[in-house]
């Protein structure tokens, strides 16, 4: 074996790593935008079919082209340190031990961000909204990829990781039940207290809009330890019910002191004994 | 060795490598399509048996061919790569890092995904059924590979990922009971309340539809702090149970009444002692 | 090194490659249905031993048999490749990264038939008993090997994912506990009212054969703030205990209305003292 | 290189590879059968320390020499497959997600195999004593290598997987306590009333070989609202400690009676204002 | 093979290994200052985004860049390792199980950090402000990249590892809501002391300049088993919502007696009977 | 190539192989020792300072030293395997699955004996300690390795695995607090009733040598619904606690009853109104 | 190929292997002590900062030093043992399932010692103050590196280790809150009784060194059921809060009584009713 085999092995390895090169340039060019436009696609049809306006959809696809573009490049720059025989070997430890660290210390950071890319996608929650979540209650400030803010009735404003977001319980969507428990005494006729809480609903179902069914007393609910328990369910606009409801209270008690029904006290027989 | 043999050799390897990409696609075309066939037969199989909607069919099967093409596309490719010496560790190891990222990050997503195939495929729930699911309570409105969608009885829209419904109630499958726990006065006669009650119920199971079996007293159910409770069951069709129960429960306390039985309130014995 | 070398080279690995297929296919052959039977054998004994039904032996063997045949044909598949040279690293890694999806996503799935499998074997539950698992209660519908149905006292189906079984408490094994707790006054003379409950249990001994062992009086269980406890204790028929319990508070109540005795409402002593 | 050299290369292999199957199998037949030995040697030496009976060894021991064999019958194969270069690679891929799974699914049924193995050893339960394990209450009917049956009171059959199983009480290991609180009025004299209660408890120690230790009164456990708290103690034979207190508490109560002892009911001071 | 062939091979292999250095050394003379403006100008482009003060920037991109700088020197470290053959394996397992050890046992290290990043960039609390974060209570005294310092009201230093901080609940982001419940007597009339509570609110509404929004009496709220409960919301100035609901409740109460509307103590209807 | 070649090689490789078995054996040979002696010298060192009894720093030692000697055996002959180029591939397959078996099903029995050892090291709990470990209470009957052995009052024996062992509270450690809370009555003199429990307290201080540090009254703990708790708080002897208690109440009782200071009744004020 | 050129070889690979010997000496050389510096010297920077005593740095810098001591030897003779060709894979597979074995069962050990470490570093708590950590209550008696030993009031020692402790509450760094609540009847009035409470806050302010800050009368609190509930507030020294509440709650109790004020009792509404 002489210097010209030498070269000549040199010349062979570097046209071969020059076509393996050339092939993936190739590869990488072909690739990448098509990876592009599928993702740029899938987003507008997701668009198309579910509504969702302008902004969030530009947000979600710059989301996951700068993802997409991320991993592209270092996958290529990775290839091309494995043809020129570059080792990069410690390369990948080190990506390695990073994506532990990752995978233990952030992974709640990746996971926020694949719920908040639902709760945008899936419109579960919207501003000004109100809903429950992870416990917090209050209208809906703001929905980020890693964070939502709620703000309480009482006026907190809750920060809430997206990863402790898991049901939500949306209360925004649809009417809204008003229901009203009342309770008569053991001794007033059940009839006849049915067909006054009729009268005071047949009321509201004529002049009060908020109502878009009912109310309706129901009938006997329960046998409470010193009340019959009756029940009066309707239904009401969204966020109407508490308003509804007071007033509901309100004309049921005037209905009956009118009518002579008592909503009782708490009631106890007693026995008295004589002390030993 | 001289420039022929190089041209040899390469050629030789060429040769092989072509064999070996043949091998390749004729295994991929072999294997593909049979894998497809078997992903297709299998779903309609499971429709034949399980009388599941076409739509559905048509959902589950376009998922799991989605997730099989991927797969197969990602491995012929990957294995191009190495026949061409073309190193694929990079590439692998990407994968990898983006594995423990989704294992670690989407693993959730997963998990709904599953949940929810079961969910449609064992059919726990169907949409308008009145259910319990991982504490929520309400009528199903929409059940979605990642979101079941329940609606609440108080008009609370519930988004449920799938992978946080484990145990199912379903209450709209089969005859529902209605159970009624009436107090009477330790003074007064148990035979004689027991007749009453079972001339109510007897009444019922003539004239309402509702019951399917019963009503009917069942007898002493606990000795309370101040009345002896009696308990009365009936079957009824589902979502009947609640009407039923009040009016059962109207019946009683105006039999009772009649027949001067006590439902009696709390009672306490006091024994009277001077100050000291 | 001439064309010659290369040709009888080939032939050479083409030989000791053939002698490894050949290797490899007997010892597939041999393996095989060895294992199956195996198997078969393993099943065939349990089932000699625990008496379990035919059809269920049929479901366990055949989703055994099932399990192992994939995983021989997976290997044989991959070893063949291997011996070729073909590149089975990325069907590996594929595998790999499949099988990590499957560990996060998909564990409670293997987890529910692992579950299943050992509820069958064991015979923990069967259909028509009277279970709590996982905290539902009820009467078993269906064991499956991913879910149990049970069917609760209000009519609810219950859907339980196995993986949520762990512990199983069956109420169908045997004789069940009825037991009384009655209350008598701090006035009333102890040594009488046990002579009292001893009379009627005597009674219910000689008459009721729903009692298996018992009922008797067992003494002074508690002291209450209002009334010295007496605690009577049976053993019944399987689910005979409810019904049982009840005619037992009924005669007992019967017994000491007719001998006097007192079952007491709550006491206070009240200590008058005027106004300030 | 001619025919002759692969032929000679040929004979060199196959002698190197005689030889390592030699080595092997030498190390093969002298591994074995000394695990074995030390195996069955460790466990009877744990028998004559522990006094556990012989059937209980043989299982243990049975089990053990199982998993041992398995293991090294998979080892000797895997290396003769590794000489013959046989790719082994796939095999052990399988094998390792086999583990995975086995790792994520069935993990419980190891922790079940290995907790179940230290019950039997520790003797922490045995059948027929009174325990408490993983919340459940009752008598140990079965100890299993993967679950334990326990009889609740009330005739309830639970299993527990023996994972369940963290924190053990055992009932019936030694004498067990009596304890009774009796409240006695504030008028009283303190003084009187735990003489009377040595009184009772003096009767019991002489004539009731039910207690071991004592019963003795303690002395004012605590201020009541309405009494003031004494407390007696005393040790009783296994399972004789809730009979005991029984006659203990009819004793008492009879002792109380006859010097005019009160056991108080609840007070109150009334204060009684007039009605604005 | 000959002496000169050695020292050819010899250089050869110098010389790609110098070359390799070279392309290294140029490599990381390239990346590691583009990785640090990238890092400055992000946070940069952050800042001017959210308004964040100075200090807490440099903080933040002091620590971004000693990461990024660790990082690199240790892969070029172990690159230049790599291309003079000296085995970095031990190196990178070393690295590995410490990775594995930082993974497990100060993952929460990892955690606290990356959660202490975002509150500092998100500003979800400020120091001074009142929050509720992990069950404390208090005012934020410093915000830690490992620990949060909050005073509870009581005087209590509570330091709060940023892992445990999840929901953040922060009371000092806008107005507040005053709330005051206030019961009367069902004998009184609801519309009379609606319009006593509107006048006291009106007086607030005018001369109090800390409510911001209201007061204003809502309705009948809820009727108590005594009273029938009328409800007052206003908003307040921040942290000026106790004293407000303290001063209102001090006006209602002065104008409730002065019109003599009884706030009702809890009431009982006692039915005597005679002592058996 | 000719046979000659052929020894030569041979030779040579048996050499090298020889050098590197000697290389390993000379290793072995130091490095063992030095282990035991490094383990034994750094034990004795912690029994010197700590003041361990010789019976468990026995037990300790010869734990470690099996541990070691395991270890340092399997390396070597994992090594010797190695350089005759046996694959030991499949044999740390096999260690590594079996690892993972270890690490998923019995990482409980690591995490006990981890324990174990650090509660015999650290002393946190002797036998016939009084102590509260993992919700359990009672007296320390034996510390194991594995398993903690706690006697509870009332006589169970609690078996507690060391896993489930993190905070101990160790009840005999030093003196401990008799508290006694007494309630007076709102009209009494609050000095004149703490001059009365300052002569109770100063009688046991000089009379009761159980108490190491007062008793003493501290002043008005709290105002109850009807009466005002005065609290009264010494040191004494370590398990005296309770007895201390016991005799301080009875004594206190006493000197209230002789000064005619009132333990006072719950109290209620009575408005009495007309029934409607 | 002659015996010359296997000793050139030979001499070859020695010469090499001499030369990275060296490199790697020389690495060590230069790394071992500039780590050692480096430790030392940010961990003096730290104390300077801080102002943390000499004793604890030294035992921070010693624990520090040592694990830096062993990493970096271990590193060195791997890598010896690499260069010589001794395969050090299996020592390697050994340390990694060491590593498992320690990462799964003595996780809580690392985690121990970096928690004490920070406990130690950041100083949030000290040995004898009041803190409530891990759910344990009482003065801090020991901080080390892997239990924490904290004194209940009630004399109980508890054993802490540091791995519990999250969230730390300290009682001990600034002045505490004295605060009482004070109930007044519905008729008196209230303005008469906050001039009366204000007056003996003023005279505390004057005369009482322990507070820092009032106390001061806020107002009304709270509509209790029975009484209007007035609260005070202050600031006292540290651990002086409860003694400076009960002479707080002394002197309002005796102003009260002088000014006529009534502490009241539960009250309630009595309506009387015949016996039906």
Same mark, same amino acid.
């Given at each position: ?6 070269i000549?092995e ?12 050339l092939?993936?340039i190739?590869?990488y060019?072909?690739v ?9 696609k ?13 902004g ?12 997409? !573009? ?15 025989n ?17 995978g ?6 990746? !996971?926020?961000i694949?719920t908040?890319f ?10 000004d909204? =109100?809903?429950?979540?992870a416990g ?6 703001e929905?980020?990829l890693r ?13 809430i990781?997206?990863?402790d ?23 007033d ?14 009321d ?14 129901l009938?006997v ?14 239904q ?5 019910q ?19 029904i %008592?909503?009782? =006290?708490?009631?106890?027989v007693n026995?008295?004994? %004589?002390?030993?």
């Amino acid at each position: 074996m002489d210097i010209l085999d030498t070269i000549q092995e040199s010349l062979g390895s570097i046209l071969t790593a020059g076509l393996k090169v050339l092939l993936l340039i190739i590869a990488y060019l072909i690739v990448a935008p098509i990876g592009k436009k599928i993702i740029s696609k899938s987003i507008r049809n997701v668009k198309r079919k579910d509504n969702i306006t302008e902004g969030r959809i530009k947000t979600l696809e710059k989301l996951l082209l700068n993802i997409y !573009s991320y991993t592209i490049i270092f996958l290529f720059v990775a290839m091309l340190f494995g043809i020129f025989n570059i080792p990069i070997g410690p390369l990948l430890a080190g990506a390695g031990i990073l994506g532990l660290a990752i995978g233990f210390g952030a992974q709640g950071l990746v !996971s926020d961000i694949v719920t908040g890319f639902f709760l945008l996608l899936e419109k579960q929650i919207e501003v000004d909204e =109100y809903v429950t979540v992870a416990g917090f209650n209050g209208i809906v400030e703001e929905i980020g990829l890693r964070t939502t803010k709620v703000r309480g009735f009482d006026g907190t404003l809750h920060f809430i990781p997206n990863r402790d977001i898991s049901g939500v319980s949306n209360h925004s969507r649809g009417t809204m039940r008003a229901l009203v428990d009342i309770g008569i005494s053991y001794g007033d006729n059940i009839d006849h207290a049915l067909e006054v809480l009729q009268k005071v609903c047949d009321d509201f179902k004529e002049n009060d809009t908020r109502f878009k069914d009912g109310p309706d007393p129901l009938g006997v609910q329960a046998f409470g330890s010193s009340d019959v328990v009756l029940r009066v369910i309707g239904q009401t606009e969204n966020m109407m019910q508490w308003a509804a409801e007071r007033d509901l209270r309100k004309k049921i008690k005037e209905a009956f002191d009118q009518e002579g029904i %008592e909503i009782p =006290y708490p009631h106890q027989v007693n026995v008295t004994k %004589e002390s030993k």
